[in-house]
């Protein structure tokens, strides 16, 4: 094979493999979309049924009591995909961003087409110059991981409160140790998907 066709035959692959991992991205966004969908819909059923029980005392603690660890776990699950996605996600945007620096030293010559592939010298800032981000832990609050994370927390910290009444805790110590509860689960989440992404490197 000459020069060549051995250019023409990798610039086949490249933008083969750049439409894969762009399919790769789309699939992964739709798939974190569906799932929170699905979470969110759930406890929004969940919140509609306690309204019904909500005016019968007998049937509250046991509507509470089938629905709430349900809840916390499809939560939980959601939420332990949703990372994995993210982790896929940037992977696909690494590697995208890797072939679209080939096109810019390639191909643009002294245009800037591709040049945020270059950002600050390549790796994981070009990845955050693709969304037009900052790099930072900050970033990682607006992720979906991050939205379904701090669900759970407030349903887990509910969990304690209800807890904490149920064996004779006063309500403002009930409510107290719900909201720590809260917090603590978000954080240990948090860090979880910082720990995970690889963009924020480790």
Not at 137 to 144: A, I, K, N, S, Y
Not at 183 to 194: P, R, S, W
């Given at each position: ?70 809840l916390v776990i499809t939560g ?127």
């Open positions: 094979m000459d020069e060549d066709a051995r250019q023409q035959a990798l610039l086949t692959a490249v933008t083969t493999e750049h439409f894969v991992l762009q399919t790769s991205r789309s699939a992964t966004i739709a798939e974190s979309v569906g799932r929170a969908t699905i979470f969110m819909s759930m406890l929004s059923a969940g919140l509609i049924g306690l309204g019904f029980v909500s005016s019968s005392g007998h049937l509250l603690r046991p509507y509470l009591g089938a629905v709430l660890p349900t939980l699950l959601t939420y332990a995909r949703l990372v994995e996605s993210m982790v896929e996600n940037e992977v696909d945007l690494q590697r995208i961003q890797r072939i679209r620096a080939w096109y810019h030293h390639r191909f643009a010559g002294d245009l800037d087409f591709f040049v945020d592939a270059l950002a600050q010298g390549g790796g994981k800032r070009a990845e955050w110059a693709a969304v037009g981000s900052q790099p930072g832990r900050v970033q990682m609050l607006l992720t979906t991981a991050a939205l379904v994370g701090a669900v759970n927390a407030l349903l887990i910290g509910l969990g304690a409160t209800l807890l904490s009444g149920v064996f004779g805790a006063a309500p403002g110590l009930a409510i107290a140790v719900g909201v720590v509860v809260a917090l603590a689960a978000f954080a240990v989440q948090i860090v979880h998907i910082n720990r995970a992404s690889i963009s924020l490197g480790r």
